[in-house]
């Protein structure tokens, strides 16, 4: 009964707004534009695998008034994933950067969403299928 809700709770969702719009991300950055800044995500190492330790790097534009650390919250869509945030210190001027791991769900599904914590940013995210 737990094992059915929990693969219940795993199942991929067919909603549109779940698929990736950062499969980029597994040969280069990413970048949008939210609320007058330019947003721009890369990971490390490429392409992006499971249960390997990776660096997530922010980089914003304009970056002022921002704080010195940023939380990146690592999801899958529609699903109930145990939380998984990465503490993003920021290195220089407009650049944040942390290490976080991304497990191998259950239900086989690859598709990830980090999203930035930040009210001032907009919260953006980004998705994208991981490799392996
Ligand atoms: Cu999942």
Redesign the pocket.
């Known amino acids: 009964m737990a094992l059915l809700a929990m693969m219940t709770l795993?199942s991929p969702p067919a909603r549109p707004e779940t698929s990736a719009d950062c499969n980029a991300i597994n040969t280069g950055p990413c970048t949008k534009q939210v609320r007058q800044r330019m947003v721009t995500l890369e990971i490390d190492p490429k392409p992006v695998r499971h249960m390997a330790e990776l660096t997530f790097r922010v980089t914003l534009d304009p970056c002022t008034e921002l704080p010195s650390i940023l939380l990146l919250d690592l999801g899958?869509p529609g699903?109930m994933?145990g939380k998984n945030q990465v503490t993003m210190v920021r290195k220089n001027s407009c650049n944040w950067e942390g290490k976080g791991i991304i497990v191998r769900?259950m239900?086989g599904?690859k598709t990830w969403r980090a999203t930035i914590l930040s009210p001032e940013l907009g919260n953006p995210s980004f998705t994208f299928d991981v490799r392996d």
Do not use: K
């Open positions: 795993c899958m699903m994933m769900c239900s599904g």
